[in-house]
Each structure stands twice: as C-alpha cells, then as structure tokens.
C-alpha cells in the first residue's frame, strides 16, 4: 500500500510470497548478509518493521511491530500490534506476541516490557552490533565503528533510482504471465 517501503541494501535479497500484503508506511528491508523473506498469505500492518527475518506463510504482523534481523516467525504466528521480535528469535508456529510485548530467543521466550532485566539477560548474548554490524559490544567508541560502517556501506546507494512497477509485471515491464 501506499507508502510501503521494500528496500534490499548492498547486494540483499528479500522474497515476498504470492498474496502477502504490505500495509501503509511499513518496511521490509534486507541486507547482503541478513536476507528477509515473507511467506504467502501474510499480512504485514502499518508502519510495521521486517529487517532480515524470515516470516513465514499466513502470519500476521500488526501495526508498529520490529521483527528483527535472523528472526524466524512461524506459520501462523502473531506479532501484534508493537510487539517486538528480537534477532535471531523463533516464534514457534501459531504463538502469539501480544501487544506491545517482546519475544526474545529461540525458541522465543515471550515477555511484557516491563521485564527488562529478563528480557536483557536473553537478549545480551545475542549480541546485536556483531550480528548486525560485526562490531562487538565492547568495542571502545562502539557507535563510531558502527556508524562509519554504516556510512561506508550506505554510500554504495548514492546513485540508486527509484524502481516502479505494476503488479503483474516484471521489473522491465513485461508480463508475468
């Protein structure tokens, strides 16, 4: 829908399945080393976040949800409204993440936000920066290094155009069919 952001940066691959919708201001977005792909069926609410996760067939993600990088969400899953999937979590087939709570580690405990201490002791060892950005967290200066890396990477993006196309069509404008 309007809005809707798919954006595969430095080489990344995302793969959206037959009747998945894209709501409103949401984002998938891929990497080259954290691919994201969406299964069939999907639902994918406003202004929600998709980065490097695999979610797969007939799963719901609502309004304002982050599924984030190496997460898997399985078949039949919901992620509600601004609900957070941590990297590298599984939420295990037809689980729900209620509103505003956060599923962290694999398989995916489930906890409301006000457990932060429980949901950080999960979440520590997985290690955000080097997973994502291949700095350790206790690199000194470690928003330095992640930034400059960032920029670096980022750069390769300055002469991107924009892509458009109608559904039915290939990117070059010819039919699928």
């Avoid at 999907?42 to 998709?50: D, E, K, Q, S, Y």
């Avoid at 919901?78 to 689980?95: D, F, K, N, Q, S």
């Avoid at 906890?111 to 950080?120: K, S, V």
């Avoid at 520590?124 to 992640?146: E, I």
Wanted: aromatic share 4%; proline share 6%.
């Amino acid at each position: 829908m309007h809005g809707a952001r798919v954006i595969a940066e430095s080489g990344g691959r995302i793969e959206i399945g037959a009747n998945c919708i894209v709501m409103e201001n949401a984002v998938i977005r891929a990497t080259a080393k954290h691919p994201c792909s969406v299964g069939e069926h999907t639902l994918i609410g406003p202004m929600a976040h998709v980065v490097g996760a695999t979610v797969e067939d007939q799963v719901f993600i609502a309004t304002g949800a982050a599924i984030f990088h190496g997460a898997i969400v399985e078949r039949n899953a919901e992620v509600r409204i601004h609900a957070v999937v941590h990297l590298r979590t599984r939420v295990p087939a037809g689980a729900t993440v209620p509103i505003a709570w956060i599923a962290v580690g694999d398989p995916a405990t489930i906890l409301p936000p006000d457990r932060h201490d429980e949901i950080w002791r999960i979440q520590a060892p997985l290690n955000f920066p080097q997973w994502v950005y291949g700095v350790g967290r206790n690199m000194p200066d470690l928003m330095v290094h992640v930034t400059t890396g960032l920029s670096q990477a980022l750069a390769d993006h300055a002469s991107d155009r924009p892509v458009t196309f109608t559904l039915g069509t290939d990117l070059d404008g010819t039919s699928d069919n």
